[in-house]
C-alpha cells in the first residue's frame, strides 16, 4: 500500500498535559519551551465538544494520537506483507478476509481518498 503520507512525519511523543508533538521534541515538556516543537494535537478535558472525563483518560488519548503514525505504518506494512503472501488465499476463502478488509479502511479513514 504505497501511498503519500501528507500527515506530519513521525515519530510523534506525547508531551505531557495531553499535548503530542512531532519529531524533534522532549516528552514532558511545556511547549513554550521547545522552540524547534511542531505541536501536532492536544487531547483536552471536558469543555466544548470533548466529554474527556480525567486526566488518565486526557493522557491516554494524547499517547493514542502520539503512536497514529506508527501504527498506519505498521498497518499498510502487515497488508503489504499479506498482499504478497502468495500462499494466503483470496476473496472469501482468505484465511482473514473481514481483518484485510477491515486493515484497508482503517488506512483509507486515516489517510483520506486518493
Given at each position: 500500500?504505497?501511498?503519500?503520507?501528507?500527515?506530519?512525519?513521525?515519530?510523534?511523543?506525547?508531551?505531557?498535559?495531553?499535548?503530542?508533538?512531532?519529531?524533534?521534541?522532549?516528552?514532558?515538556?511545556?511547549?513554550?519551551?521547545?522552540?524547534?516543537?511542531?505541536?501536532?494535537?492536544?487531547?483536552?478535558?471536558?469543555?466544548?465538544l470533548?466529554?474527556?472525563?480525567?486526566?488518565?483518560?486526557?493522557?491516554?488519548?494524547?499517547?493514542?494520537?502520539?503512536?497514529?503514525?506508527?501504527?498506519?505504518?505498521a498497518?499498510k506494512?502487515?497488508?503489504?506483507?499479506?498482499?504478497?503472501?502468495?500462499?494466503?488465499?483470496?476473496?472469501?476463502?482468505?484465511?482473514?478476509?473481514?481483518?484485510?478488509?477491515?486493515?484497508?479502511?482503517?488506512?483509507?479513514r486515516?489517510?483520506?481518498?486518493k
Amino acid at each position: 500500500m504505497k501511498t503519500k503520507t501528507t500527515h506530519t512525519p513521525g515519530p510523534w511523543q506525547f508531551g505531557g498535559f495531553g499535548a503530542v508533538y512531532g519529531p524533534g521534541t522532549t516528552p514532558n515538556v511545556l511547549p513554550n519551551s521547545l522552540p524547534t516543537a511542531t505541536f501536532i494535537a492536544t487531547a483536552e478535558m471536558g469543555g466544548g465538544l470533548t466529554q474527556v472525563h480525567s486526566k488518565e483518560e486526557r493522557n491516554a488519548n494524547a499517547r493514542l494520537i502520539a503512536a497514529a503514525p506508527e501504527l498506519l505504518a505498521a498497518l499498510k506494512g502487515l497488508v503489504d506483507a499479506m498482499d504478497a503472501d502468495l500462499t494466503i488465499k483470496r476473496g472469501p476463502a482468505s484465511p482473514y478476509p473481514f481483518e484485510r478488509k477491515n486493515a484497508r479502511a482503517a488506512i483509507l479513514r486515516a489517510e483520506g481518498p486518493k
